[in-house]
């Protein structure tokens, strides 16, 4: 069973929210969010703006006007890490100008031995680091800092689980819904078990109680968050797995669309196909990463997978549910990919047909085996491979795209959009990016509408 934050623990952060309250009173504070990385990330920032407002800060879009920064990292890649201390780095002005100013790091890279110690050394204008594990202590933290200590650092923390913290959410019709955190894989390339600690699934009847609570707010499309979704309640031992999850928030009343992500292939079942394929709330939408399609890559990744067992699985996703929209995750360059394995991912791509992808030059990651691999690729090879893949991937996309055109489907209205021919952007079921125009509905309507015209990026429709 996984290990639940106590009561008289959170009470007591639920205190310092009230004593940070009564010291900003009548002060107009405002907060500044950055979040880099995935849903996961911007679900964990959700629930920080929601201690913020609890304590009497007001959220603004500019850091400038800020009492209050905080950038939520992500250390997936080293690109987002080199992001993240530019950020911090550039505000070193304003804490010169304003030094009242708090700035904050917290997330991924701060569960890191290595970016903790340059930070202490390097930017003294980040008063407040906290990691993954401290989220919940976020208001004691912070009243240490209110309070005069110069410098607070809590990296320390339990694989545990914290409910019923406040969250402050985005606009719009969407939701994030976290069902599980952490990761127990150990993919070798990948630093998240490190700074996101073993799997630890919510109790369903939790989970269901966030859903009603969200359908009743009036959200319409929930995305149920995980590391690795597939394997959720291994732990509850409660003889449940995700199909049953999903069967189960699908009885929920209500018109929403459910999604999921992100699911590992060596966890996905046909099980978890039929329930989807039988759930009308689950779009048939599916983000299945592969990384490779190498079988020889897959081993020295520690996928668990081989190359023809994720081609089954998509063909029996496919048969249950023809119109399934699939995303997938690729890394180019990974230590000693020769072109022969090269070969076999692009070969994978094109068999597939995704209708989505996220392809990411292989990037080294102090701690994890992958970093000591041999690697004989040089960048320029590998830059040549990403672009190979990339260009082949458009082709795909453009063939997809175009084969939506004069299609009627129900979409979801969430949110504006730039020009000013189709105003309002929407989502297909399978997640697509659709600019629709038209009139009688708003953001957060359902509506049926018919495809004009597609482009790479987009399809464009008018409301019926
Ligand atoms: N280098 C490049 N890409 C990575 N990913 C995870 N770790 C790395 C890394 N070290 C990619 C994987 C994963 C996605 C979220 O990020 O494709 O599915
Ligand atoms: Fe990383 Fe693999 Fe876990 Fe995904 S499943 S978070 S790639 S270790």
Redesign the pocket.
């Known amino acids: 069973m996984p290990v639940t934050v106590s009561d008289e623990q959170l009470q007591s952060q639920f205190t310092y929210i009230d004593a940070i309250a009564s010291m900003n009173n009548g002060k107009q504070l405002r907060a500044y969010t950055h979040t880099f990385g995935c849903q996961q990330n911007e679900a964990d920032t959700e629930h920080i703006r929601g201690m913020l407002r609890e304590m009497g800060y007001t959220m603004t879009e500019d850091a400038n006007e800020a009492d209050f920064i905080l950038f939520n990292t992500c250390a997936?890649r080293e690109h987002a890490e080199d992001r993240a201390f530019g950020n911090i780095g550039s505000l070193s002005h304003l804490k010169k100008r304003r030094p009242e100013v708090i700035i904050a790091l917290c997330g991924c890279m701060a569960q890191q031995e290595k970016n903790v110690e340059k930070i202490k050394r390097s930017y003294p204008q980040v008063s407040l680091l906290f990691g993954t594990h401290a989220l919940w202590r976020f208001p004691s933290l912070l009243y240490r800092v209110l309070t005069g200590e110069k410098r607070v650092f809590d990296i320390n923390g339990e694989d545990d689980i914290a409910e019923g913290l406040p969250v402050l959410r985005a606009q719009g019709p969407k939701a994030w819904l976290s069902i599980m955190y952490g990761?127990?894989?150990?993919?070798t390339?990948?630093?998240?078990?490190y700074v996101?600690g073993r799997e630890r699934s919510r109790r369903p009847e939790e989970i269901e109680k966030e859903l009603r609570e969200l359908i009743t707010a009036g959200y319409k499309e929930i995305t149920l968050l995980g590391?690795?979704v597939n394997s959720y309640g291994k732990d509850l031992g409660l003889d449940i797995d995700f199909a049953d999850l999903l069967r189960r928030l699908n009885a929920v009343p209500g018109d929403f669309w459910l999604r999921f992500m992100?699911s590992?292939p060596k966890d996905a079942s046909p099980r978890l196909f039929d329930a989807m394929a039988q759930c009308d709330k689950v779009a048939k939408q599916l983000h299945l990463?592969f990384?490779s399609g190498s079988d020889e890559i897959l081993r020295r990744?520690?996928?668990r997978y081989t190359a023809a067992e994720y081609r089954a699985l998509i063909a029996d996703a496919r048969t249950k549910m023809p119109d399934i929209t699939l995303s997938s995750?690729i890394i180019v360059g990974f230590p000693g990919e020769t072109e022969q394995d090269f070969e076999q991912t692009l070969q994978l791509v094109e068999d597939v047909q995704f209708d989505l992808l996220f392809t990411f030059l292989y990037s080294p990651r102090t701690g994890t085996p992958a970093a000591s691999y041999e690697d004989n690729a040089t960048p320029q090879d590998k830059q040549r491979r990403f672009e190979r893949l990339l260009k082949v991937q458009d082709e795909i996309v453009a063939s997809r795209q175009a084969a939506y055109q004069g299609k009627t489907l129900r979409l979801l209205v969430d949110g504006t959009a730039k020009g000013p021919d189709y105003p309002f952007t929407a989502r297909t079921e399978g997640n697509l990016l659709v600019c629709v125009r038209g009139e009688g509905f708003e953001i957060g309507s359902f509506i049926e509408a018919k495809i004009e015209k597609t482009s790479l990026r987009c399809l464009f429709a008018h409301k019926l």
Do not use: A, E, L, W
């Not at 990761?183 to 993919?187: A, E």
């Not at 390339?189 to 078990?193: D, F």
């Open positions: 997936v990761c127990n894989n150990f993919c390339y990948c630093i998240v078990p996101r590391q690795n992100t590992h990463p990384q990744m520690n996928r995750d």
